[in-house]
């Protein structure tokens, strides 16, 4: 008689903290099963997700008209590691203002959807000097990916305040509202950063990488931050990726 097979890390779930909105969660998810290269359902990653689109907005709360999601955040962190994930990702750009105090609650790694992008776009492009970013305003007002641009010698460029309010726009009054956006629209945007100099543009909100989903956008030199999550994730959970 043979007892239980022994349990590796590769059984262990990777948790997902969602809801950041909740169709880029979905996206998100897809991607990580379009990105491993399985041939049957054991050969996926195990996903533990944690859904929580109620968390209070991210950038509400940096804006100063918001309640702050930071003990959501770090609440959510630790169920997860309590429920058994090995190591915890989140599909949100502008949550990362508050992964180290999510890091600092758990005894698992957390993943950092800015670095990661960054990481990518570097990838997408050898010898990248100017890197564009399209975000909420809370992303860019706390300064995340100027500081990951920075600390690996990047130019960062940001849209002018006019087109910052139509990026504003397209995110909250567009896909978060489920209501479908030109792609002429999402065009102008990447176009306007080319512009001021911008050898690759990453789109620094998930909300963005659900559009450019749907509008089947397909440019090597516009990174996805979902993407450099999605393929972190596979590859980090010891699952080979899909060429």
Not at 57 to 81: C, H, N, Q
Not at 179 to 201: I, K, N, Q, S, Y
Request: aromatic content about 4%.
């Amino acid at each position: 008689m043979t007892g239980p097979a022994e349990r590796t890390e590769r059984d262990e779930p990777v948790g997902v903290l969602g809801g950041l909105g909740p169709a880029a969660t979905v996206h998100f998810l897809a991607r990580v099963v379009e990105l491993t290269d399985a041939v049957r359902d054991q050969d996926h990653v195990d996903l533990l997700v944690w859904q929580h689109g109620s968390i209070p907005d991210r950038t509400s709360f940096l804006l100063g008209t918001g309640e702050s999601p930071e003990p959501a955040l770090v609440a959510d962190t630790v169920a997860l590691e309590r429920a058994g994930a090995r190591f915890i990702a989140i599909p949100c750009n502008t949550a990362v203002v508050w992964v180290e105090q999510m890091r600092a609650s758990v005894g698992i790694e957390v993943l950092d959807t800015v670095a990661e992008t960054v990481t990518a776009a570097r990838a997408a492009v050898p010898g990248l000097r100017r890197l564009g970013v399209l975000a909420t305003d809370g992303t860019l007002l706390a300064g995340t990916y100027a500081g990951a641009a920075a600390a690996v010698g990047l130019e960062l460029v940001l849209p002018a305040p006019d087109v910052q309010r139509e990026v504003m726009e397209v995110i909250y009054e567009g896909v978060k509202a489920g209501v479908p956006v030109p792609r002429e629209r999402f065009d102008a945007l990447v176009t306007h950063l080319r512009e001021r100099g911008a050898e690759v543009v990453a789109l620094g909100c998930t909300e963005l990488s659900v559009l450019a989903e749907d509008l089947g956008v397909d440019d090597a030199r516009v990174v996805d931050s979902i993407d450099a999550l999605a393929r972190r994730v596979v590859e980090r959970a010891g699952a080979p990726l899909r060429p």
